[in-house]
């Protein structure tokens, strides 16, 4: 079935470990997307990639980094976890600009605790 | 960069009434304008989007209105059921939305009471 896959789906974490989200899609979408989402806070932006091998920061990108080694994968990684990165954490991917249309298709998410 | 409010946090109505969430944006610059429905412990899906030169779209019981000289745009649900009960997204982007992700608001959990 197409679409995006994320794993883990949960997890709990010490604080100070290092910790990567792995996402993949297999729609053959340029632009990908992690977005965290805390209660009252919405859907917040983390880091984009345009294209393999560029990304760019979002909103909120301390303690995150990201890598687009190719199209389909869009790995995050915490290099040493904090309390206040405990959320949920949601990757996407977008066709645009190959098609003319803005709509993000989301995984279903990574709950992440950091205790 | 683009900032959206989004109003109110939360509404509760009658099964069968109308339900409207209102949205303001910062950047005149964005020209397109979507909305995501989020049930609960599900993903958040685009359930209608608008884009700049259009000042309303409708898609069976859901339309979306636009006021670009206001910078501000609404969601309506008419005959709301109880399947419409979910966190609804507002969001707004500059060039379709897939250059930079978008900018969502803070979302409106709506309650459809039987």
């Known amino acids: 079935i197409a679409g995006i896959t994320q794993a883990p789906t949960s997890q709990i974490l010490a604080a100070g470990r290092r910790m990567t989200l792995r996402c993949t899609q297999d729609m053959r979408h340029n632009a990908m997307y992690w977005y965290r989402q805390d209660l009252g806070l919405g859907l917040r932006l983390i880091h984009y990639?345009?294209?393999?091998?560029?990304?760019g920061k979002g909103e909120v990108p301390d303690g995150y980094s990201v890598s687009r080694a190719n199209t389909d994968d869009f790995p995050l990684t915490l290099a040493s976890a904090v309390p206040s990165q405990t959320s949920v954490y949601f990757c996407?991917?977008?066709?645009?600009?190959?098609?003319?249309?803005?709509?993000?298709?989301f995984g279903e998410g990574s709950r992440l605790t950091v205790l | 960069g683009e900032n959206v409010e989004q109003h109110p946090s939360t509404l509760s109505v009658q099964e069968g009434d109308s339900a409207v969430i209102k949205c303001t944006y910062s950047d005149s610059a964005s020209n397109y304008f979507p909305w995501y429905k989020q049930e609960l412990g599900k993903r958040p899906q685009l359930i209608i989007d608008i884009r700049s030169n259009v000042g309303e779209k409708k898609d069976q019981r859901i339309a979306v209105t636009l006021n670009k000289t206001a910078k501000h745009f609404s969601l309506h649900i008419t005959e709301t059921q109880p399947e419409d009960s979910a966190v609804y997204f507002c969001?707004?982007?500059?060039?379709?939305?897939?250059?930079?992700?978008?900018?969502f608001g803070k979302g409106t959990h709506l309650i459809i009471q039987p």
């Open positions: 996407a991917s977008s066709s645009f600009p190959r098609t003319n249309t803005g709509e993000l298709f």
């Open positions: 990639s345009n294209t393999a091998g560029t990304t």
């Open positions: 969001a707004a982007a500059y060039s379709g939305g897939g250059a930079d992700g978008l900018t």
